[in-house]
């Protein structure tokens, strides 16, 4: 069989497929509203811990910041090491952090899952910006398991991975 005779018989039975796959995709059930109010628990969650981050220079802040972590949390940072305690990790958060940079959750990159009868994990890629030049200068991915206990909650396992400087076309919005 020739070429032009291959793509004849191909491309339309390709064509076909998709068209047959579409209506299915687009069938999918929507999230339940369970889904839903944890996606919205945990999304403002991940806004309060992080303002009281982005504020950290201000000790009130920092106390705020911390009381979101379990004593025993363990914190995985692919270029900080790992911390076991919360008081390792705020130590370090505040050296390092406090008064040189914010964090940023990069819009649409959140998802939230359930871990039945525990908590969540919330997945999301977050940007890194300074307070001296407003540059958003590095990014990385990121997932955090939130622990629910009767009605708190609070992270016990941290992963900040993939660190990387941030490229033009990710600046933030007016940069």
Known sequence: MNKFAVSTIVVPMLIAFRLSA??????????SPAADALFDKIAALDTAVFDAFNHCSVPEQLQRHAS????????????????????????????NVCGHFRRELVPGSLKVYPIKDFGAIEQGVHRFCQFKTGDCDGM????????????????????SYGHHPVHESTQAPGK
């Open 22 to 31: 579409a209506p299915a995709a687009a069938s999918q059930p929507d999230p």
């Open 140 to 159: 990385a991915d990121f997932v955090i398991v939130w622990r629910h206990q009767g009605d708190q909650w609070q992270i016990t396992r941290v992963l």
């Open 68 to 95: 979101y972590f379990a004593p025993d949390v363990e914190f995985y940072h692919d270029q900080g090491g790992v911390t076991w305690t919360r008081q390792a990790m705020i130590a370090k958060t505040a050296q």
